[in-house]
């Protein structure tokens, strides 16, 4: 009795974040408010959980939620909705053809919901236009797999990250994007240290902390650098002959090819790196056995992605390093169930549980299965070639499905002309507004997480179930629901009987099975008809489980059997050219990524007080000299401008970034800022083998924006409409922080602050000006409660944050207290924690220098003063990269 569905009060669940897969337990408290804590018996995490699974809690309450379906914005019914859509769809199908309908969906729905998706568009519309944001995600390694392997399969499983001697993250920020993985890493590290981490990114992030060698490769000098390395290993004689022989083709070609473009000094040009630095990595990978390279976006989202998941592959198969414990190359997966997509299809050029779509047999398969009149026969659309098609008015009816495209997707712009000019656009969604759904011609409402049932798959094949703690808000429904009503009412009933995802689960493992004579490694037929029971008690497992095995732990190819025609895995000659767009217009190479605390387009984590006290705004972060040349300052705005669009963002001048190069966190949306949608700059060039967009590398040029008046406020409200040219919008504790610039000033302040309070009753007004420094404070107070603070100076406001983030909940009831808020120094008489470092304990980078200069010189001694870093561990890195940087600077 490992993995009970219940705890006492609590239910066993999985976290809807990364793709960790983090087991969670999750208990509804009587006033309806969630706990959360890690579940100590799941095999991923053991019981930790990051800053992001921690404040689960904090966002999953009614705020923002949509709650009925609707039609041109006007609520309507269930029955009606479905109707419209149904018939929609019907119609252009009879009028246009079945590719004239597209389903764009995510690795953010459950594997029951994508499953029925996918037989419903590949079966029974009888198109293959359903793609997900997997495409600008995983597609690389997909493609980089299937090519080398003859199957989508990551070999190895977590435990390999522990028993590695030497790990190698290539384009991977795990410390923030995979944090209980990297803090597995850490611990492993810690009993280990002989145990070596090497990161190889053009951006120093919070993960080189760990790191005993860190490469600063230049953008997309990654197929050169494990082109140097294969040469070097075969030099070296790093070779494993045997493993060559029996199990592999086309070695040679991929040496020779390897060699052609890695001349030492060639590789050294294209990496950006030391002869001496390439050495020690080369010298490390040749000499250490247990060796993984981990990869993630830094290698996928990029025109030569495919490339560089071979060219890191070649390598293993090189060194026989593949499938044995603590060896592999290993894709870490980032969405919650982008492998569960993956397993069943769920991208345009997929069939379902690993059959290919270009194999009559397999076609044949499915479709006997299915009983599926009308399969589709080739591929569909890719993502980038989906709104294409869009725009185009090629597509007449659309779904998006549990994504948020008008941020996500590059040249956004045109993703959100596109879905405009598209008749019909059906948005299934949790959230009322997203940048997305406010283009939707009907919206439907989708039960959340914590509402929703069913499985999820993580980055080592491991299957979890999600399980519901509480109803479904208001009139939602899960996605699976959502298809299947459709489905029904366009004639496919009797395909789409499901009453329980356990109906679903079941018939998906039959069809894993089904004329599986060993050919698929993707088969869990020991779960073909499962019933509902022993479902809801599944325990997490990993694949493959065929009929009559017991779960264990799989490894893919130590004694090769790869899923190729001849069962050999396959070299692949990869070339080291990237090309890029700079021009002398837009000099400067974009990077983009990801922060700690928020999880892409804001919808869940921007709810979140805690999460937002990390980073409250967008960004952009920029090399000294580069900031020096354009005249830019620490915290001014600036224009970041490409070929296809501009943002305005606030300068974070850095040496994480080198010069020549900028990066931008791709969160932010309309709704949390005036003009932060950076995937508007981003260039929808793609991968040639795999269509997935290099959102890494986009020419742009960065330009300081003069602003003459810059204002920081704090509100209980969120205001409706803010008339600035620049705002941002944070959660605090029972508000909001506003942060504001104007291009010229505003002559009328107190009129702004009245708009921005939202202040419709009589109130205490309170101003204070300093005509000579050019600041103003407006407050607004209201039954001993402050209603919102503006502060107003002709320079970035250098008020404390968290010192007026803190008045919401300060008692305001004598009139002296209201007046030292408006004239006293902002924060004057409370230290100023700074930037928020730990977000589950709210301590600052401030409090943590005090603590060092006060004798704390390590992580543990912060924590055992502080606190910080003692809940989930998330912000390790950085009390380290704090206690250095103290420690620096008192040296100096
Ligand atoms: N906190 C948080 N965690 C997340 C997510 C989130 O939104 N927030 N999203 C999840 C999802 S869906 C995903 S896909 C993963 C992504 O996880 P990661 O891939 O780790 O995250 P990114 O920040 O997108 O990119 C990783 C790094 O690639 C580097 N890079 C850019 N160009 C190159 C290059 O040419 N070569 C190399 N070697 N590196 C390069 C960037 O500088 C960046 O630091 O994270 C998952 N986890
Ligand atoms: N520039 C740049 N762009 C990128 C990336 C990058 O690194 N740089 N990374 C790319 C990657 S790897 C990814 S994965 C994408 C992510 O990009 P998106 O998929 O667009 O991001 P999310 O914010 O996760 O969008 C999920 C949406 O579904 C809703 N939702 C959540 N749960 C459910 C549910 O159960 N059902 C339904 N129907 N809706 C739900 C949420 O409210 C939200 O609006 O971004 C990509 N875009
Ligand atoms: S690492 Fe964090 S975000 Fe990822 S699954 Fe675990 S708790 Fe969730
Ligand atoms: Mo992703």
Redesign the pocket.
Do not use: A, E, M
């Given at each position: 009795m490992q993995n009970r569905p219940k705890q006492n009060d609590e239910i066993r669940t999985t976290c809807p974040?990364?793709?960790v897969g983090c087991g969670v337990l999750a208990r509804k408290k009587t006033d309806n408010s969630i706990v959360v804590r890690g579940d100590p018996e799941h095999p991923a995490n053991f019981g930790r959980l990051c800053s992001?699974g921690s404040a689960l809690g904090e966002t999953t309450g009614y705020e923002g939620r949509l709650l009925t379906p609707s039609i041109y914005g006007e609520r309507t019914d269930w029955d009606t909705a479905l109707d419209l859509v149904a018939s929609k769809f019907s119609e252009a199908i009879a009028e246009y053809g079945p590719e004239s309908v597209a389903i764009y969906a995510a690795g953010q729905i459950l594997t029951e919901d994508y499953y029925v998706a996918n037989k419903w568009m590949k079966g029974f519309v009888g198109a293959s236009n359903i793609d997900t944001n997997s495409r600008l995600?995983m597609a690389s390694s997909v493609a980089g797999h299937r090519r080398a392997f003859g199957t989508d399969t990551v070999p190895g499983i977590y435990e390999d990250l522990e028993k590695a001697d030497l790990i190698t993250l290539?384009?991977?920020?795990?410390a923030?994007?995979?944090p209980v993985l990297y803090q597995r890493i850490a611990a492993a590290k810690q009993a280990r240290p002989e145990m070596k981490v090497v990161l190889?990114?053009?951006?120093r992030?919070m993960t080189a902390d760990i790191c005993d060698l860190y490469l600063p490769?230049e953008?997309?000098g990654?197929v050169a650098l494990f082109n140097g390395l294969l040469d070097h290993l075969s030099l070296h004689d790093g070779l494993n002959a045997d493993y060559i022989e029996q199990h592999t083709s086309g070695f040679s070609d991929a040496l020779t090819s390897a060699i052609d473009g890695s001349s030492p000094s060639k590789v050294a040009e294209l990496t950006g790196l030391t002869q001496s630095e390439l050495a020690t990595f080369y010298d490390l990978f040749l000499t250490t056995e247990k060796a993984v390279t981990i990869y993630?976006?830094?290698?996928n989202q990029?025109c030569v992605g495919t490339d560089k998941v071979n060219s890191i592959i070649n390598c293993h198969l090189a060194t026989g390093r593949i499938g044995r414990e603590g060896m592999g190359p290993f894709s870490v997966t980032?969405?919650p169930n982008a492998m569960g997509g993956r397993e069943v299809g769920g991208l345009a050029n997929l069939l379902a549980s690993h059959m290919e779509l270009e194999r009559e047999d397999h076609r044949a398969l499915v479709s006997e299965f299915w009983s599926a009149p009308n399969l589709t026969k080739k591929p569909g659309l890719k993502a980038v070639d989906l709104f294409k098609a869009v725009r185009e008015g090629n597509i007449k009816a659309l779904w998006i499905m549990s994504t948020n495209p008008v941020v996500s997707m590059p040249e956004a712009d045109k993703v959100a002309e596109a879905i405009q000019a598209c008749p019909f656009v059906v948005v299934s969604e949790v959230q009322a507004k997203t940048d997305t759904s406010q283009y939707g011609h009907v919206l439907l409402p989708a039960a959340d997480w914590g509402e929703k049932d069913g499985t999820v798959t993580n980055s080592e094949r491991r299957i979890s179930r999600q399980r519901p703690f509480r109803e479904p808000m208001g009139e939602s429904k899960p996605d699976w629901w959502h298809i299947c009503e459709v489905a029904r009412r366009m004639g496919f009933a009797d395909a789409f009987q499901y009453e329980t995802t356990a109906e679903i689960f079941a018939e998906y493992a039959a069809l894993s099975a089904y004329g599986n004579a060993g050919d698929r490694d993707f088969d869990i037929g020991a779960l073909a008809g499962i019933e509902k029971p022993a479902y809801d008690a599944l325990e997490p497992f990993q694949w493959p489980r065929k009929v009559g095995a017991e779960p264990s732990q799989t490894r893919f190819f130590a004694n090769g059997g790869f899923y190729t025609a001849d069962r050999k895995g396959r070299f692949v000659a990869v070339h080291s050219e990237a090309p890029s767009d700079r021009t002398d217009a837009r000099p400067m190479l974009l990077?983009t990524?990801?922060?700690?605390?928020?999880?892409?387009t804001m919808t869940r984590t921007g709810k979140s007080p805690r999460l937002a006290q990390h980073i409250a705004e967008p960004f952009v972060e920029i090399n000294p000299k580069d900031a020096l040349v354009l005249g830019i300052r620490e915290a001014e705005l600036v224009s970041v401008r490409s070929d296809h669009g501009d943002v305005l963002l606030r300068a974070l001048i850095t040496h994480r970034v080198k010069k020549g190069q900028v990066?931008a966190p791709f969160h932010w949306n309309e709704q949390y800022a005036s003009n932060a949608r950076v995937d508007t700059l981003v260039r929808a060039v793609t991968d040639p083998f795999s269509g997935q967009p290099a959102s890494?590398?986009t020419a742009v040029s960065v330009h300081f924006a003069r602003m003459q008046q810059f204002a920081f406020a704090i509100v209980r409200e969120k205001p409706d409409h803010i008339d600035a040219e620049y705002w941002a919008l944070a959660r605090v504790p029972d508000g909001w922080q506003v942060e504001l610039a104007f291009e010229t000033m505003k002559p009328d302040l107190a009129h702004f602050a009245h708009n921005l309070f939202g202040l419709t009753q009589s109130a205490d007004w309170l101003e204070y000006e300093d005509a000579k420094s050019g600041q103003h404070r407006h407050a607004c107070f209201q039954k001993g409660q402050l209603v919102g603070i503006l502060f107003v100076g002709t320079r970035p406001v250098a008020a404390s944050r968290s010192w007026a983030a803190g008045l919401l909940s300060t008692c305001f009831d004598e009139a002296k207290k209201r007046h030292l808020v408006i004239a006293g120094r902002a924060g004057q008489d409370q230290p100023d924690p700074g930037a928020i470092v730990c977000s589950c304990f709210s301590v600052g980078f401030n409090q943590i220098q005090s603590a060092v200069v006060k004798g704390c010189s390590s992580v543990k001694a912060i924590g055992d003063c502080l606190n910080a870093g003692t809940n989930c561990g998330s912000c390790k890195s950085e009390i380290q990269q704090a206690i250095d940087q103290t420690t620096r600077e008192a040296a100096e």
């Open positions: 974040y990364c793709g992001k995600c290539v384009g991977s920020n795990l923030w994007c995979h190889i990114d053009p951006r992030t490769i953008p997309n990654d993630s976006q830094g290698v990029s980032g969405q990077n990524g990801r922060l700690r605390d928020q999880w892409h990066f890494k590398s």
